[in-house]
């Protein structure tokens, strides 16, 4: 199965991800590293909670994106679970991406700053 363009988009993702960090260490300590991860994971979560439409200050929002979703035919609807399906592996990945520098940042914190 050849590998999608949104895989190397990731990876890249991941890279930048990794050398904001490092440059957020050498500028803050493991501190910068355990916000950054925060961050990221405020960020996938409320793009998650969305379903990618926008923010959530309307109070109609989920009302009219139930209305859309029952409008669709049949191989639209497929078409949208299988985009969403690949959207949610991104959110996915950036909630890995995020939990990890979390974890790294607060346990480097709290091991060699306490």
Same mark, same amino acid.
């Given at each position: ?5 949104? *895989?190397?988009?990731? !990876? /890249?993702?991941?890279?930048? /991800? ?6 957020? #260490?050498?500028?803050? +300590? #493991? ?8 961050? !990221? !994971?405020?960020?996938?979560? &409320? ?7 926008? &923010?959530?200050?309307?109070?109609? $929002?989920?009302? &009219? +994106?139930?209305?859309?979703? *029952?409008? #669709?035919?049949?191989? *639209?609807?497929?078409?949208?679970? /299988? *985009?969403? +399906?690949?959207?949610?592996?991104? &959110?996915?990945?950036? $909630? ?8 790294? +940042?607060?346990?480097? #914190? ?5």
């Amino acid at each position: 199965m050849p590998r999608d363009d949104t *895989e190397l988009l990731h !990876i /890249a993702a991941g890279i930048a /991800a990794c050398i904001i960090a490092a440059a957020l #260490f050498r500028w803050i +300590g #493991f501190l910068g590293v355990g916000l950054l991860g925060l961050l !990221i !994971i405020f960020l996938a979560t &409320s793009v998650d909670l969305n379903d990618w439409r926008g &923010s959530g200050m309307n109070a109609n $929002l989920y009302q &009219s +994106g139930i209305v859309n979703d *029952e409008r #669709f035919t049949r191989n *639209e609807r497929a078409e949208w679970k /299988a *985009e969403r +399906g690949r959207r949610w592996r991104a &959110s996915d990945y950036a $909630l890995m991406v995020g939990l990890a520098f979390l974890a790294v +940042g607060g346990a480097g #914190f709290l091991l060699l700053q306490l």
